[in-house]
């Protein structure tokens, strides 16, 4: 189970031409899904199934590379916009791919017995914080450069004016 959760997790993290779910968790989807009313926690996994376990893994991975993403993509319309060079501070702000998959193989341990993975489950919320963080991070680059625009019209128009 480690193994396809790694390799679903290695799937969505990596590069975009991502392998079938069926090649990334051989045999796991052999297990009927039974599904359940909301867990402790409030969601609708039930984890001590294998194959649900690998499907939140890989839930936790996508949701990671997508922040990641878009906040590669806003300093890249950032960079575009100013003309300036790319500011990438705000990818500094996300907890690295060790953290994760450290947190995965913890939690893959205990997960079966448990039904739980506390370790995934905070890595999630720190990557919500960072990609908040990240926002307003770049909310605050875009009106600095939006300040300086609107400051630099204002000039060009008293100029005009005096002269």
Same mark, same amino acid.
């Given at each position: 189970? *480690? %193994?396809? @959760? ?14 079938? #779910?069926? &090649? ?9 899904? $039974? ?6 926690? +409030? +969601? #609708?996994?039930?984890?001590? $199934? ?7 893994? +890989? ?10 993403? !878009? *906040?590669?993509?806003?300093? #890249?319309? @950032? @960079? ?7 500011? !990438?501070? =705000? $990818? ?10 450290? @947190?995965?193989? =913890? %939690?893959?341990? $205990?997960? =079966? ?10 890595? &999630? ?6 990609? *908040? ?9 875009? #009106? ?11 000039? *060009? !128009?008293? &100029?005009?004016?005096?002269?």
């Amino acid at each position: 189970m *480690t %193994d396809a @959760a790694a390799a679903l997790a290695a799937a969505f993290i990596g590069p975009a031409g991502a392998s079938p #779910l069926q &090649e990334c968790m051989p045999g796991v989807f052999d297990v009927p899904f $039974q599904s359940r009313d909301l867990d402790d926690f +409030g +969601g #609708l996994y039930d984890l001590k $199934q294998p194959g649900q376990a690998v499907l939140y893994v +890989g839930l936790i991975a996508a949701d990671y590379r997508i922040a990641r993403l !878009e *906040t590669e993509n806003r300093a #890249l319309r @950032a @960079a575009l916009a100013s003309g300036d060079a790319l500011n !990438e501070s =705000s $990818q500094t702000l996300f907890p690295g791919l060790g953290s994760f998959m450290d @947190a995965m193989n =913890s %939690d893959m341990k $205990q997960v =079966s017995v448990t039904g739980r993975m506390p370790q995934l489950r905070h890595f &999630e919320q720190r990557v919500r914080n960072s990609d *908040t963080r990240a926002k307003i991070a770049d909310a605050g680059r875009a #009106l600095q450069l939006e300040s300086a625009r609107i400051a630099a019209a204002k000039a *060009t !128009e008293a &100029e005009r004016r005096v002269g």
